[in-house]
Structures are given as C-alpha cells and as structure tokens.
C-alpha cells in the first residue's frame, strides 16, 4: 500500500541556516505530494503541493521538487527563521478517488536566534 | 480554501463518558475526514464522514466507539464513546474537493484528556 517516510528529527537549526526534511514514498500511479505545517498549538496549515513529476511546489520560501525517478519529495529553505520552528508533514494523495492522505511520521524543526 | 470550525476546542473527560465534536465548515464541501493524532505522533484517518450515508471506517476503528453524522455538506460530527485514557488525542476535522491535486484543509483540532 501507499506509505510516506520522514526523516527523524527533532531538526536543530540556527537562524539563517539551510533546511532539508527528507520525504520517500511509495504508491502506485501517479500520486499527489503535500507538505504541511504544525505551527505549536495550531492545527495542520498547508505549505505547498505538486500534482505531477518534475513539479516544484514552493510557498513562504520553501520549496519541494517531486522526483519520480526517486521516489522523494524533499522540502528545503534557503533561511530558516525561528518563526519556522513547527513540526513538519509529508503526505500523499493516491491515484485512487478516495481522497485520502497518508501522512509520514512528522519532523520537528526547532530554529535558535 | 475553506474555513473550517471545531467545537469544543479541548475538553477533559472521565473514563466511561462519551464527547460529541462538532466540525462546521463555511461552504459546502464534498469530503469530509476525521483523524487522530495521539500526542508526539502523526495523524491517522479515523473515517470518511459521507453525507447521508453511513461513514467510512478505517481498519482499526469501528462505528460502535466512534460513531460520526454528516446531515449535510457543511457539518460533522465524531462521538468519542466509552472513552478510556488511550483515547487522549487531538481529533483533527478536513474538508477536501474531491477534485485536483486532493489536498485537505484542517480544522484546528480538539484536544481531548480522559483521565
């Protein structure tokens, strides 16, 4: 079945620092790719999306490339903020039209000043 | 993307009881999810709440102990019965259109405590 795996954290950045969560999947078809974000205390915010491969979603900085050949859709920014402190989720949509989303374990992402 | 409301927003509950949460959307929406997400974890489907129909379960869960409404296409609700201390978590409502890429917008979440 569909299953998405994160990269372990917590994450530990300084501010200004390079940010890379690592996100594989596996599904059959050709499935859609979300990030979303926990920001502490709030529900699930939608960072960004892509629907086919070679697709770059990007939002507020961030960017993530679906990379069929590699099963991956990594999410990186340039310069994280401490404002960026949240805990991180990749999921998928499956070919089918179930609508549902599998969701990877989460990582958590803390930024010191 | 829809703006999604849940009530009550946390609540602390004893063992035995049952909690009714309600999820209100502002516009009518085709699928509605709800998911749980105990704490430190990520989130797991609960169900596909459909309207008029009777709701569809994932494996592990099961209508007697979470039983959902969908009267209409902007209202849910999830029942909590019989709730024991594993059941502490935060229960996660999400619309989806059904269409294009498939992505799902979040209600903020109700946190419950069972002690």
């Known amino acids: 079945g569909n299953s998405v795996t994160q990269m372990e954290g917590p994450v530990t950045l300084s501010e200004e620092a390079f940010l890379t969560i690592n996100c594989t999947y596996t599904?059959?078809?050709?499935?859609?790719l979300f990030w979303y974000v926990q920001y502490p205390g709030e529900g699930l915010q939608l960072l960004l999306k892509?629907?086919?491969?070679?697709d770059k979603g990007s939002n507020k900085g961030f960017e993530a490339t679906y990379r069929k050949e590699t099963t991956s859709f990594h999410l990186e920014k340039g310069s994280v903020q401490v404002s960026d402190s949240a805990v991180y989720f990749c999921?998928?949509?499956?070919?089918?039209?179930?609508?549902?989303?599998?969701f990877g374990q989460g990582t958590t992402l803390q930024v010191k000043p | 993307s829809a703006v999604i409301s849940q009530k009550p927003s946390r609540d602390i509950c004893q063992r035995g009881t049952s909690l009714t949460i309600q999820c209100q959307v502002d516009?009518?929406?085709?699928?509605m999810f709800w998911y749980r997400q105990q704490p430190g974890q990520s989130l797991t489907l609960i169900a596909t709440?459909?309207?008029?129909?009777?709701?569809?379960?994932e494996s592990g869960f099961v209508i007697d102990k979470f039983p959902i409404s969908r009267p209409n296409l902007t209202f849910s609700t999830l029942t909590v019965s019989n709730m024991s201390p594993e059941d502490s978590s935060i229960y996660l409502c999400?619309?989806?259109?059904?269409?294009?890429?498939?992505?799902?917008?979040f209600g903020p979440g109700t946190r419950l405590t069972v002690t």
């Open positions: 999400s619309v989806g259109t059904g269409t294009g890429p498939g992505e799902q917008y």
């Open positions: 599904a059959t078809g050709y499935p859609s």
């Open positions: 709440a459909n309207q008029g129909s009777e709701a569809t379960y």
């Open positions: 999921a998928l949509k499956g070919s089918s039209n179930t609508g549902k989303l599998i």
């Open positions: 892509a629907t086919k491969a070679d």
């Open positions: 516009s009518q929406v085709t699928m």
